[in-house]
């Protein structure tokens, strides 16, 4: 009876050890999900065009601070999608995310020529 037992404990810590093995995989693997990667990759070249902008001398540090507030909020709605969604975003989610960032763009385009 005790070595009945032992295996079954036995048996259940291995299933629990490559159910967390499994979770850690899927979790870094979502982590750097391309959606997410494509999103954030945005966010950090449009921060770097505003520093730019202000550095040049061609943005004021008001419009800089409402252009780098609106990023902001763009990547904390993407971090909540992810969160939601299992570490990931959805297709849907991140046609929004890059339509608001398209906004930004447009927005530092024409701060930069006015």
Do not use: C, Y
């Amino acid at each position: 009876m005790f070595i009945k037992k032992s295996l079954l404990v036995i048996s259940l810590l291995n299933v629990l050890a490559i159910g967390s093995i499994s979770f850690a995989h899927a979790s870094e693997w979502q982590n750097t999900h391309p959606r997410r990667v494509e999103v954030n990759h945005r966010l950090e070249n449009q921060n770097h065009r505003i520093r730019h902008d202000i550095h040049n001398g061609s943005i004021s540090r008001d419009e800089a601070q409402n252009l780098h507030q609106q990023d902001r909020g763009i990547r904390a709605e993407e971090r909540a999608d992810a969160r939601v969604n299992g570490s990931h975003i959805t297709m849907q989610e991140k046609h929004q995310l890059n339509h608001e960032e398209n906004n930004v763009s447009q927005q530092i385009r024409a701060n930069k020529s006015s």
